[in-house]
């Protein structure tokens, strides 16, 4: 098992530009969840989705952010119109489907967004 | 609203002296916490969660709901500790899933 794969790793904008983040999940996994990190913070929960579906996106910002988890595919974080404050590092995890809550998170290696 | 505080952001100990990785939350129903660990250039796991009361690579951790603390400890810190460690909390599954919310994270070195 591969575990969770991110790409691309490394993504460098301009201002206005569109972002692009992918996510695939462990196999056998069917939630997901985004997380960002900016410089010197921790963690922050953007958003948390099932096949198809947004459960919480109670961390995504009101705009220009938007994450999709279709029936084929990996996950789509999609930043549009990037600005110098969304340079960051966002990761991805997962986790099962089915079981009883673990608490135990599958994280990828992340993708560090750098805008110009 | 659920909110997990690490007050040291770094935390510097010599190899076989003890060391306490400080952790304080606030929930208002009843937490789930974890220790989550990040060795250089690997991927952020799970180190240890409270409701296994388990010891993982000497580190324990004991929630104390009076304090409302989770400290994680161990008795006698090894060169290989050396790490980024994140004190993260569970929100209720129905609506949260697996979803966690972080501390800032310590940075624990560990001198020879």
């Known amino acids: 098992n591969a575990g969770v794969m991110q790409n691309p790793r490394h993504l460098v904008r301009r201002r206005g530009q569109e972002a692009r983040l992918r996510c695939s999940p462990m196999k056998g996994h069917s939630h997901v969840y985004w997380y960002r990190q900016l410089p010197e913070e921790g963690l922050k929960f953007m958003v948390y989705l099932q096949k198809e579906n947004i459960i919480d996106e109670s961390g995504m910002p009101k705009e220009r952010f938007s994450a999709e988890f279709p029936k084929e595919g990996p996950s789509i974080l999609r930043i549009q119109q990037v600005v110098r404050g969304d340079s960051a590092a966002y990761f991805c995890?997962?986790?099962?489907?089915?079981?009883?809550?673990?608490?135990?998170?599958?994280f990828g290696e992340g993708s560090r967004l750098t805008v110009l | 609203a659920q909110r997990v505080t690490q007050p040291e952001k770094l935390l510097s100990v010599f190899k076989g002296a003890p060391v306490e990785l400080k952790c304080n939350y606030s929930?208002?129903?009843?937490?789930?916490l974890f220790w989550y660990v990040q060795y250089s250039r690997q991927r952020l796991q799970l180190l240890l969660r409270?409701?296994s009361r388990e010891s993982i690579k000497g580190f324990t951790a004991d929630l104390n709901k009076g304090e409302t603390s989770f400290h994680l400890k161990k008795p006698f810190a090894q060169e290989e500790d050396s790490a980024m460690y994140y004190c993260?909390?569970?929100?209720?599954?129905?609506?949260?899933?697996?979803?966690?919310?972080f501390g800032e994270g310590t940075q624990l070195t560990v001198n020879p």
């Open positions: 409270h409701i």
């Open positions: 929930y208002s129903g009843s937490p789930e």
């Open positions: 993260a909390l569970s929100g209720p599954i129905e609506t949260s899933g697996s979803r966690l919310t």
């Open positions: 995890a997962s986790s099962p489907s089915g079981h009883p809550n673990t608490g135990e998170l599958f």
